[in-house]
C-alpha cells in the first residue's frame, strides 16, 4: 500500500509541471469574449493554371506564383479592446512569400528558394472617444492605409480573388504603413488623415526618402433604405511632403538615383525627384446580396528637376521633366446568398506588370523629334495595360466561399504597340531590338515575334474565422 501511494505521489509531482494553466476567455452567464480578446484568422488557398499554346511563344519557366498552389492572403489576428477606457490593441500577422522582402531568392538575383515566411501585418494601438454627435479614434503603430477602407468595410468583396483596385495600381507602395492615423465620423460623412514613412511596412524607413506622407480621405456613405447603400470617396497622397533633408537626392544614396558606376562624377537632384501626388476617387452601390457595383479612377503626378554634376559645377543639368499617369476601374458582383457572378476590369497607364506608372510627359510630337542629336523621332511613352477578370463565386457558409475564374493581362509598350515575346529557334528568350537586327544582318538563331498575353484559370478559397 505504501509503495502504490508513493508510485501515485511521484506520478503527480512529475506530471504537473507539463499541464498549463486553462486560458479563460469567457465567464460563465458573459457572453463569448468577455474580456475582449478575440482571435482570429483569414486563410485563402488558391490554384493557378497558366494558359499556355502555341501562340505565347514561351514556357516562363522563372519562379513564381502564377501558376501551382499557393497561399497569396492569409492571416493570423489577435486584439484586445478596453471599452471603458475607449482602447483597442490590435496585432495581425501575415503569410507572405520570402521573394516580397529580398532579392535573394532564386526570383531576383540569388539562389535561395522561396518559402513563405511570417510577417507583421499590424501592430497598433488605438484610442476611440465621442465628442457630442461626432466619433473620433486614433491610431499609432503599423496600421491600414486609407485607400484599404474598400476591403474592411466591405465594398470590395474580393481582397482574396485579388487585391483591391486602388491597391492595384499602386496608390501607395504597400496597403499597410507605420505611423500615426485619425479617424473621424459624423452621421455619414468620415474624414480620415494618416502621417506615415512612406516605405511601407516590408522596408526600413529611408530606403526611398527621408521625409513623410502624408494620406487623407474624405467619405460620404448615406443609407437610404435598408437594402441600398451607396458611397463616394475621395482620397489624395503626397509623398515626402515634409521631414526631408534638403540634399537627399543624391547619387546612391536613396533610390532616387542609382549609383552610374563613375567615380568621376557625384550627380544630386532636388527633392521634387524624390515626391509625387496621387488623388483617386471611388464610389460604390450596394443592393441587399444582389448587386455590388464600384467605379473608380486615379491620377498619379511625379515631380520632375535638373539632375547636376557637383564635380562639374559649370557643366548644365539634366532636366527630368514632370511626368504623370492616370487609370480607371470598375467592379460588379450580381447574384444572391448562395451563388454570385463578379466581373473586374482596370485599365491603367504602365505596364506590363499591373501598377499605375506615371509615363506621360511634357515632350510631344512634333517638337521632340527636331531636339539636337536625335537619332529617331521620340514620342511621348504610350505604354498601358488592361485586366480582365471574371469569377463564379460559391457561398458554402457565412464566413467560406470557393470561386472559380479566368483573369488575363494585355499590355502595351513605350509606342503604344502591343507587348510581344521574342523567342529564336533554340526556344531561348529574345528582345525587340535583336529581332529588328536580324533584317539587316545575318544571325545564326533567327528570331520570331509572338503575341504576350496573360491568362489563367484561377480557382479560389477563403475562409475567415
Known amino acids: 500500500m505504501n509503495f502504490f501511494y508513493r508510485f501515485i505521489v511521484l506520478f503527480f509531482l512529475f506530471i504537473y509541471p507539463i499541464l498549463g494553466e486553462e486560458v479563460i476567455t469567457t465567464k460563465k452567464e458573459e457572453p463569448d469574449g468577455y474580456y475582449g480578446l478575440k482571435l482570429g484568422a483569414i486563410i485563402t488557398p488558391t490554384a493557378?493554371?497558366?494558359?499556355?499554346?502555341?501562340?505565347?511563344?514561351?514556357?516562363?519557366?522563372?519562379?513564381?506564383?502564377?501558376?501551382?498552389?499557393?497561399?497569396?492572403w492569409t492571416m493570423f489576428s489577435i486584439s484586445k479592446e478596453w471599452e471603458d477606457l475607449g482602447l483597442k490593441a490590435e496585432f495581425w500577422g501575415e503569410i507572405l512569400r520570402n521573394d516580397a522582402l529580398t532579392n535573394d531568392t532564386s526570383v531576383g538575383t540569388g539562389t535561395k528558394e522561396n518559402?513563405?515566411?511570417?510577417?507583421?501585418?499590424?501592430?497598433?494601438?488605438?484610442?476611440?472617444?465621442?465628442?457630442?454627435?461626432?466619433?473620433?479614434?486614433?491610431?499609432?503603430?503599423?496600421?491600414?492605409?486609407?485607400?484599404?477602407?474598400?476591403?474592411?468595410?466591405?465594398?470590395?468583396?474580393?481582397?482574396?480573388?485579388?487585391?483591391?483596385?486602388?491597391?492595384?495600381?499602386?496608390?501607395?507602395?504597400?496597403?499597410?504603413?507605420?505611423?500615426?492615423?485619425?479617424?473621424?465620423?459624423?452621421?455619414?460623412?468620415?474624414?480620415?488623415?494618416?502621417?506615415?514613412?512612406?516605405?511601407?511596412?516590408?522596408?526600413?524607413?529611408?530606403t526611398t526618402n527621408t521625409g513623410y506622407d502624408v494620406i487623407g480621405?474624405?467619405?460620404?456613405?448615406?443609407?437610404?433604405?435598408?437594402?441600398?447603400?451607396?458611397?463616394?470617396?475621395?482620397?489624395?497622397?503626397?509623398?515626402?511632403?515634409?521631414?526631408?533633408?534638403?540634399?537627399?537626392?543624391?547619387?546612391?544614396?536613396?533610390?532616387?538615383?542609382?549609383?552610374d558606376g563613375n567615380p568621376n562624377t557625384r550627380r544630386q537632384g532636388p527633392v521634387s525627384l524624390n515626391q509625387e501626388q496621387v488623388v483617386a476617387i471611388e464610389s460604390h452601390l450596394l443592393w441587399k446580396d444582389t448587386v455590388n457595383f464600384g467605379l473608380g479612377g486615379m491620377f498619379k503626378k511625379q515631380l520632375g528637376g535638373k539632375i547636376v554634376d557637383r564635380l562639374s559645377p559649370?557643366?548644365?543639368?539634366?532636366?527630368?521633366?514632370?511626368?504623370?499617369?492616370?487609370?480607371?476601374?470598375?467592379?460588379?458582383?450580381?447574384?444572391?446568398?448562395?451563388?454570385?457572378?463578379?466581373?473586374?476590369?482596370?485599365?491603367?497607364?504602365?505596364?506590363?506588370?499591373?501598377?499605375?506608372?506615371?509615363?506621360?510627359?511634357?515632350?510631344?510630337?512634333?517638337?521632340?523629334?527636331?531636339?539636337?542629336?536625335?537619332?529617331?523621332?521620340?514620342?511621348?511613352?504610350?505604354?498601358?495595360?488592361?485586366?480582365?477578370?471574371?469569377?463564379?463565386?460559391?457561398?458554402?457558409?457565412?464566413?467560406?466561399?470557393?470561386?472559380?475564374?479566368?483573369?488575363e493581362v494585355r499590355s502595351y509598350d513605350t509606342k503604344g504597340e502591343p507587348n510581344k515575346w521574342y523567342v529564336d529557334s533554340t526556344g531561348e528568350s529574345s528582345n525587340r531590338v535583336e529581332y529588328r537586327e536580324q533584317f539587316s544582318k545575318p544571325v545564326a538563331f533567327p528570331i520570331s515575334e509572338f503575341g504576350r498575353l496573360d491568362r489563367s484559370i484561377v480557382l479560389k478559397a477563403t475562409a475567415t474565422f
Open 217 to 259: 480621405k474624405i467619405g460620404w456613405e448615406p443609407t437610404w433604405t435598408e437594402n441600398l447603400k451607396t458611397g463616394l470617396h475621395l482620397l489624395g497622397r503626397a509623398s515626402n511632403a515634409f521631414g526631408y533633408a534638403s540634399d537627399e537626392c543624391r547619387e546612391g544614396k536613396t533610390k532616387c538615383l542609382l549609383d
Open 115 to 206: 518559402p513563405y515566411v511570417f510577417l507583421v501585418r499590424r501592430a497598433n494601438l488605438a484610442k476611440t472617444f465621442e465628442l457630442g454627435n461626432t466619433k473620433h479614434q486614433i491610431q499609432f503603430g503599423m496600421f491600414e492605409l486609407p485607400h484599404m477602407f474598400s476591403v474592411w468595410s466591405g465594398n470590395y468583396d474580393w481582397r482574396y480573388i485579388d487585391k483591391s483596385p486602388l491597391e492595384s495600381l499602386g496608390f501607395a507602395r504597400d496597403p499597410v504603413d507605420l505611423g500615426i492615423n485619425y479617424i473621424g465620423r459624423w452621421k455619414s460623412f468620415s474624414v480620415q488623415a494618416a502621417v506615415v514613412n512612406g516605405e511601407g511596412y516590408r522596408n526600413v524607413q529611408n
Open 48 to 72: 493557378s493554371l497558366r494558359i499556355r499554346d502555341k501562340a505565347s511563344g514561351t514556357t516562363d519557366l522563372s519562379p513564381s506564383d502564377k501558376s501551382g498552389f499557393s497561399m497569396p
Open 314 to 407: 559649370y557643366q548644365p543639368g539634366v532636366m527630368v521633366p514632370e511626368s504623370t499617369g492616370r487609370g480607371a476601374y470598375l467592379w460588379l458582383g450580381i447574384g444572391n446568398g448562395t451563388l454570385r457572378l463578379v466581373a473586374r476590369g482596370e485599365v491603367a497607364t504602365g505596364g506590363p506588370s499591373p501598377g499605375l506608372r506615371a509615363t506621360e510627359t511634357v515632350e510631344r510630337e512634333p517638337w521632340v523629334r527636331f531636339q539636337p542629336g536625335t537619332t529617331e523621332p521620340r514620342y511621348s511613352d504610350q505604354s498601358y495595360y488592361v485586366s480582365r477578370q471574371i469569377f463564379g463565386e460559391w457561398f458554402l457558409s457565412a464566413s467560406t466561399r470557393l470561386a472559380l475564374g479566368y483573369t
